[in-house]
C-alpha cells in the first residue's frame, strides 16, 4: 500500500509561560492510501494537534513528517498551502460554512484556489453534493439547513477536489446520535 503520511518519532511542543509544553511525543505512523484512521483520546490528549500536522497546518518540533513522500519541513509556505488546497480536505467540528454563501457557493470554494473553468466547477460541485444526498439543497443557506445538513456540505466541500486525504476532526461532535452515524457512515461510503 502505498504510503500516504508517514511518521516518525515525532514530538510537538507549545511554548507555554517561560517554557514549554509537551503535547505529543514517540509518535510514529503510517497512513496508506485508502485508509479509514481514527483517533481516540481525552480531551488535551493531542487529537487536534495531530490532525493539524497531518494537514501541514502547523509543523512538528522534532522527528520527521512526510507527506506523500515529501518531507513537510523542506516545503515552503507557497508550496505548502499549494499542497494543502490540492491534496487536502478539512473537515471541522463546527462546520465553518461562509453563512452569506449557498451550499452551491460553500462547496465551490475551495475550487476558486485551483485553476478550473466554470463548467468544470459546476460538475464537480453537483458531483459532490450528489455524493452527500444533497442536491436539493443546492440554492438553500446554511441557517436554513440541520446540523447533519451542514455537515454533509461540509463534507462536500472536503471532497469537492477529490483530495488525496481528508482530515476530520471530531466531525460529529454537535450531532445527535443518528445523524453522527450517518455522517460517519457517509464518510466510510465515500472513502
Ligand atoms: N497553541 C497552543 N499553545 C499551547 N498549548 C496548546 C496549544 N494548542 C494546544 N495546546 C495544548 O496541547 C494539548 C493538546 O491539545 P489538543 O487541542 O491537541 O487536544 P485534543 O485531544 O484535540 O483535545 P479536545 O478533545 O478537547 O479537542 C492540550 O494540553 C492543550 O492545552
Ligand atoms: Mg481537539
Avoid at 117 to 129: N, T
Wanted: aromatic share 6%; charged share 20%; net charge negative.
Amino acid at each position: 500500500m502505498e504510503n500516504l503520511i508517514l511518521i516518525k518519532d515525532m514530538v510537538k511542543r507549545y511554548p507555554a509561560g517561560a517554557g514549554e509544553f509537551t503535547a505529543l511525543q514517540d509518535i510514529n505512523l503510517i497512513i496508506g492510501k485508502g485508509e479509514f484512521t481514527g483517533f481516540v483520546g481525552p480531551s488535551g490528549s493531542g487529537k487536534t494537534t495531530l490532525l493539524n500536522i497531518i494537514g501541514t497546518l502547523d509543523q512538528q518540533s522534532e522527528g520527521d513528517v512526510h507527506f506523500m513522500g515529501t518531507d513537510v519541513l523542506k516545503l515552503t509556505h507557497k508550496q505548502s498551502a499549494a499542497l494543502r488546497s490540492e491534496k487536502i480536505g478539512f473537515i471541522f467540528q463546527s462546520y465553518n460554512l461562509l453563512p452569506v454563501y449557498t451550499v452551491f457557493e460553500n462547496v465551490e470554494f475551495p475550487l476558486l484556489l485551483l485553476n478550473l473553468p466554470e463548467s468544470k466547477r459546476k460538475e464537480m460541485v453537483h458531483k459532490a453534493l450528489e455524493w452527500v444526498g444533497l442536491t436539493d439543497k443546492i440554492n438553500s443557506k446554511p441557517d436554513q439547513l440541520s446540523g447533519g445538513e451542514c455537515q454533509r456540505v461540509a463534507i462536500a466541500r472536503a471532497i469537492v477536489k477529490r483530495p488525496v486525504i481528508v482530515v476530520a476532526d471530531e466531525p460529529t461532535a454537535n450531532l445527535d446520535a443518528e445523524n453522527s452515524h450517518h455522517i460517519l457512515q457517509t464518510m466510510v461510503d465515500l472513502n
